[in-house]
């Protein structure tokens, strides 16, 4: 069992590395990101002290010499970075965390060995992206595979100690993990509009030999594998993503105490202090969605339904948000330069990732009765199991056990808080998610924060979040309390000022 007592003080290191993202001259702060991006490159600050970190660590198995125990704490290290730049979580870490998943899941003691060995020394692994008319076909030859074909968007393998690629074999799906340089035809790199320091290229293959050996996984299994991975993946896409709507959020909220509108600051004007306080709900039920969707890949590995859901609702949620601070910010949305530049280039991150890693709806779950979740799922301070790679399944094996859980809430959660759960019962046959999402707040509140001192130890936000949850269904809903607003902008406005992440972590500024 793996008990998590607390990731704060490796977060905290992390955080100190990178400095206070607003501090004049940090070279890791936000305007040194903003620079970066319009050259076109990962900041390197930003690189170097990953490495001084030993952030590859965090994606390789403790069993394998890595930190990788916890899915939840994996999500977090991935937020922490993308809170500063996006571009930097996705370039330094993805690939390469994708790559070592299908290993860790499918790949021989070998192959394992030395692809911990090259992550722990700092060196990146590049993956493929999907791409329309993309594709490569293996053949087999004795104890050689005859490689052909192409693949469009590969992650900078130029910049690559080894690259997994998805081939056609025997009819199926299947990985190749192969060194830096075995002889494809690699592209010069491009970057787009969003994410424009991670570097893409076209790979080419004309009749490649390769060993067999450099299959990872059984024959076949490749499709299954890549499902599954994605189940890790995309809950790491989404915490990172609650790191991005955290910036946005607190470039919007500084702009709007700042600027002078009609004699008094935008957050004088009620439709503001709503649209702010709107996009904080928003963070937090998001937050609540990937800590319980880490967390089931340990209690609930079978069911895919839990990641799904959450990666599809926080999706909609943080591009939702992120588009309503947009129109808060007007043309300053659009501003390359000065102190609110940050906005449209996690703007244009967001939309590139969503693009590379966005999640379909989820499909409907099987009926059938669900079982109770356990309540570790709920507990920041509980135990979980190890994460074992190999029971996470590809797909959904069982209904919305989370969801279906709202009409049969704790007694005592009913009995002193009747009104959460009015709220929060209607919302179980939600097909769009807003049931697990409901439940996933109502839960982590009382079984985590019920009670405790501050923000998040009173019900008031749990109360505004389901509320807002059944507004997003279009069913008529009991008015909102009419403090909400105040009460919500006054909890930003404190973290903001004290550098507190917005999330909730609440976790205190970088020293």
């Known amino acids: 069992m ?14 100190a590395l990178l400095g206070d993202p607003l501090a ?5 702060g936000l305007d040194a990101v903003v620079a970066a991006d319009e050259r076109a490159e990962l900041p390197a600050a930003g690189v170097r002290a990953l490495d001084t970190y030993g952030f590859n660590a ?29 571009g930097l979580a996705a370039g330094y870490g993805l690939g390469s965390l994708t790559a070592g998943l299908h290993v860790w899941r499918s790949g021989n003691p070998g192959q394992q060995a030395a692809l ?23 053949t087999r030859d004795g104890g050689e595979l005859v490689v052909s074909g192409s693949e469009h968007l590969v992650g900078d393998p130029a910049a690559a100690e080894a690259i997994l690629l998805p081939v056609t074999l025997d009819g199926g799906t299947a990985h190749l993990l192969l060194p830096a340089d075995p002889g494809l035809t690699v592209s010069p790199p491009h970057s787009g509009t969003g994410l424009r320091g991670c570097r893409f290229s076209a790979v080419r293959a004309d009749g490649l030999r390769v060993s067999a050996d450099r299959l990872v996984g059984t024959d076949g299994a490749g499709r299954a594998d890549a499902a599954a991975v994605r189940r890790i993946t995309g809950t790491v896409v989404a915490s990172a993503l ?44 998001a937050d609540c969605c990937t800590t319980v969707a880490a967390r089931a890949l340990h ?22 948000a992120v588009h309503q601070l947009s129109l808060l910010l007007g043309a300053r949305s659009y501003l390359r330069e000065g102190p609110h530049a940050v906005f449209q280039k996690h703007l244009r991150d967001r939309t590139a990732l969503a693009a590379l890693h966005g999640s379909p709806p989820p499909a409907a779950p099987p009926a059938g009765p669900a079982e109770e979740p356990l309540t570790a799922l709920f507990e920041a301070a509980g135990q979980l199991p190890a994460l074992d790679l190999a029971l996470i399944g590809p797909a959904a094996t069982g209904p919305d056990a989370l969801a279906a859980t709202l009409g049969a809430l704790p007694a005592e959660l009913a009995d002193r808080h009747p009104e959460l759960v009015a709220l929060a019962a209607p919302l179980a046959g939600d097909p769009g998610g807003t049931g697990f999402a409901a439940a996933a707040c109502l839960r982590l509140w009382w ?12 019900p008031d936000w749990i109360h505004a979040a389901l509320h807002r949850l059944a507004a997003r269904t279009g ?9 909400r607003d105040p009460l919500l902008l006054e909890e930003l406005r404190t973290r903001l000022q004290q550098g507190r992440t917005f999330d909730l972590a609440d976790r205190p500024p970088a020293r």
Do not use: K
């Open 2 to 15: 793996s008990e998590h007592l607390s990731t704060r003080p490796r977060t905290a290191r992390l955080e």
């Open 24 to 28: 004049p001259g940090n070279p890791l």
């Open 58 to 86: 965090e994606l390789v198995p403790a069993a394998l010499g890595g930190r990788l125990t916890r899915a939840d704490e994996l999500a977090e290290a991935f937020r922490t970075v993308a809170r500063r730049d996006l």
């Open 116 to 138: 911990a060995a090259l992550l722990l020394g700092d060196r990146r692994v590049a993956t493929a992206h999907a791409a329309p008319g993309a594709g490569l076909r293996a």
């Open 242 to 285: 609650v790191g991005v709507l955290d910036t946005e959020l607190r470039t919007a909220l500084s702009f709007a105490d700042e600027r002078i509108l009609y004699g008094r600051p935008v957050t004088g004007l009620p439709s503001a202090r709503a649209l702010l306080a709107d996009a904080f709900l928003d963070l937090l039920i």
């Open 299 to 320: 209690l609930h590995p079978g069911r895919a339904t839990y990641q799904s859901t959450a990666q599809h609702l926080v999706a909609g949620l943080v591009r939702d």
């Open 447 to 458: 079984h985590g924060h019920a009670g405790r001192d501050g923000f998040l130890g009173r």
């Open 475 to 483: 069913r008529p809903a009991v008015p909102a309390a009419a403090d």
